[in-house]
């Protein structure tokens, strides 16, 4: 497996790939963090933070997504904001902490989720997927490119959204594909 390095941005939720999130950069190294990115036109990782958990890389979880800007703006606090995409999940192999606290990791990328058609007795998910965005223009509008045919990207989605432990998520994130997740979905909101 190759390693690429990359640099880290922890943060309590999660983005999975084809997923959008927007981001408020305030702190110094991550300003750092994004103009290098942006100068070589390339992304870094988002990945979860567990405060109650102490593993291998202190609080912050081994799977992760690399992500990419798509938008910067300037917020109405006169601060940075970006929207990035997830491209692709990694794993981490090791941490290393820069003088300005910047954490960069090495990673090796895994295979993301496959495409799946949606079955008709899925399909509720993806209607009620589809309420929240209705319901949260904020939501609808990052996430202009729907793949509700795709029960993979649905899930993936879902995934972001719910109020999962850190460990859950972690989980889910391991498997080859989103069948673990879909049984979980239709467990937690059955028809």
């Not at 999975?16 to 992304?43: C, D, F, Q, W």
């Not at 917020?75 to 929207?83: A, K, P, Q, V």
């Not at 972001?160 to 049984?183: G, R």
Request: overall charge negative; proline content about 6%.
């Amino acid at each position: 497996m190759q390693s690429t390095q990359i640099a880290l941005f922890p943060l309590p939720s999660h983005i999975l790939p084809s997923g959008r999130l927007p981001l408020r950069i305030i702190e110094a190294r991550y300003i750092r963090m994004i103009k290098e990115s942006a100068k070589a036109m390339t992304g870094f990782g988002i990945v979860m933070i567990e405060p109650n958990q102490d593993g291998p890389f202190e609080h912050i979880s081994p799977i992760g997504t690399f992500v990419k800007i798509i938008d910067f703006y300037t917020l109405d606090d006169g601060f940075l904001g970006i929207n990035v995409e997830g491209i692709k999940r990694f794993i981490i192999d090791d941490i290393m902490t820069e003088s300005d606290g910047l954490k960069t990791a090495n990673v090796h990328y895994i295979t993301n989720w496959p495409d799946q058609q949606i079955t008709p007795k899925e399909y509720y998910l993806a209607a009620k997927l589809e309420e929240i965005y209705v319901q949260h223009a904020d939501i609808n509008q990052l996430n202009s490119l729907k793949e509700m045919e795709n029960i993979s990207w649905v899930s993936q989605r879902w995934l972001e959204l719910l109020p999962l432990s850190v460990t859950e998520k972690q989980l889910l994130l391991q498997q080859p594909d989103c069948n673990s997740t879909v049984a979980i979905l239709k467990e937690l909101m059955p028809i």
